[in-house]
């Protein structure tokens, strides 16, 4: 005889979501390329001279970028008003995902993935 805790888990229905969601309802990300080089990242106040790497992906029709790099800046960069000038002379909205000394890892508004990075 099994004891109740010895009883096996409960296996979820397939239309389960799991922690991250339903992955069963997204679409696949497809690489599309990445950017890199030297550009200048603009703040508040302020501006410096930025190395970057940019990815950029597809889910579907949308696009998504997100990326790092490396420079002076301040070290804790408010939300809101940063602007990546790439070194072919794009620019891109940018949001701080995380920032330690030097290095910075950022998302890019979805406006700005769609339209600036596919653009050429």
Known sequence: MMSE?????ATPPA??????GNWRDRL?????GALRGEG???????EGV???????FAAGEQRRASGNLEGEFP??????GLRLTL??????DIAVTAQDDGEL???VDSASADLSLVSR
């Open 40 to 46: 200048k990242l603009s703040w508040p106040g302020g």
């Open 28 to 32: 696949p990300l497809k690489f599309l």
């Open 5 to 9: 805790s010895a009883k096996p888990a």
């Open 75 to 80: 070290e804790s960069l408010e939300e809101g």
């Open 15 to 20: 239309s389960a979501p799991n922690r991250r």
């Open 50 to 56: 930025v190395t970057y790497q940019v990815d950029l």
């Open 105 to 107: 890892s950022f998302e």
């Open 87 to 92: 070194s072919d002379g794009r620019e891109i």
